[in-house]
């Protein structure tokens, strides 16, 4: 799987679960401040990231996530 590929499936889930457009899903969005996430929606977020990736997410990884970034990061950490 491709950067490209997990870029493209995390923009989807933020768009499906946090209600915003596809173009505001850049990866230097902040999670809370620029698309509006706040700790349920982040639980709903990993949920789902671990189902389509097939990977397990620790409380600590996502208690540290705080842009796109660091969500594509956190899922290429666990994919590759």
């Known amino acids: 799987m491709t950067r490209q590929d997990i870029e493209k499936q995390v ?4 768009v499906d679960k946090l209600g915003v457009e596809p ?4 990866s230097e969005a902040d999670f809370r401040e620029d698309l509006g996430g ?4 982040l639980v ?3 949920m789902e990231i671990e189902k389509d990736f097939s990977i397990s997410v620790t409380d600590e990884e996502a208690d540290q996530v705080k842009t796109v ?3 594509i990061g956190l899922v290429e950490k666990h994919v590759r």
């Open 69 to 71: 970034a660091d969500i």
């Open 44 to 46: 709903m977020v990993v």
């Open 11 to 14: 923009t989807d889930i933020l």
């Open 38 to 41: 706040d700790s349920l929606d």
């Open 23 to 26: 173009e505001e899903v850049k």
